[in-house]
T-cell receptor
Framework: DAGVIQSPRHEVTEMGQEVTLRCKPI?????LFWYRQTMMRGLELLIY????????DSGMPEDRFSAKMPNASFSTLKIQPSEPRDSAVYFC?????????????FGSGTQLSVL | GENVEQHPSTLSVQEGDSAVIKCTYS??????FPWYKQELGKRPQLIID?????GEKKDQRIAVTLNKTAKHFSLHITETQPEDSAVYFC??????????FGGGTRLMVKP
């Protein structure tokens, strides 16, 4: 398996533009997570899905952020409109399920820069 | 919710020395404690984890200890090597089995 696949690896955009980040979880994994990593705040959980259903989006910072998982092999995180303070590395991760036996596997991340 | 504190934020050791990173957590119901290593520009990767039914686990040069009474757990790296240089994150699960991460420790191993 190729692991969790994220695209793009790097995204540079201007303030106010829409940004869409993409993720393909490991085949067979039922849970998918979106994290944001910054120097100031570390690794923050934004939202997670179980069996394609959003379970907890309390980490989503604002209404400008939205996430979807239309099927078991694809998820998107959208920021609209983007702001400079959204600049961060966004990681997608997946696991077999939700529980103490479920190891988390991260994608390579998307480095987002909003100018 | 769960709160995980990690110390120190940076740690510099000489090659061959040991390194210890400590974490505390707040939720007494937490029962799963993984450690992730993140090299510069790379993804976090699981290096070792421990569950609440054991107090210690070893894997070659790394070991984790858990004290449930005190609600703290530690990562021990012995005989450090330059390739151990990275940011290390501890984590603990919460009531919903979601992971809360510590703030990270930047380990620098000087040759």
């Amino acid at each position: 398996d190729a692991g969790v696949i994220q695209s793009p690896r790097h995204e540079v955009t201007e303030m106010g533009q829409e940004v869409t980040l993409r993720c393909k979880p490991i085949s067979g994994h039922n849970s998918l997570f979106w994290y944001r990593q910054t120097m100031m705040r570390g690794l923050e959980l934004l939202i997670y899905f179980n069996n394609n259903v959003p379970i907890d989006d309390s980490g989503m910072p604002e209404d400008r952020f939205s996430a979807k998982m239309p099927n078991a092999s694809f998820s998107t995180l959208k920021i609209q409109p983007s702001e400079p303070r959204d600049s961060a590395v966004y990681f997608c991760a997946s696991s077999l399920g939700i529980g103490t036996n479920e190891k988390l596997f991260f994608g390579s991340g998307t480095q987002l820069s909003v100018l | 919710g769960e709160n995980v504190e990690q110390h120190p934020s940076t740690l510099s050791v000489q090659e061959g020395d040991s390194a210890v990173i400590k974490c505390t957590y707040s939720d007494s119901a937490s029962n799963y404690f993984p450690w992730y290593k993140q090299e510069l520009g790379k993804r976090p990767q699981l290096i070792i984890d421990i569950r609440s039914n054991v107090g210690e686990k070893k894997d070659q040069r790394i070991a984790v200890t858990l004290n449930k009474t005190a609600k703290h757990f530690s990562l021990h790296i012995t005989e450090t090597q330059p390739e151990d240089s990275a940011v290390y994150f501890c984590a603990a699960n919460n009531a919903g089995n979601m992971l809360t991460f510590g703030g990270g420790t930047r380990l620098m191993v000087k040759p």
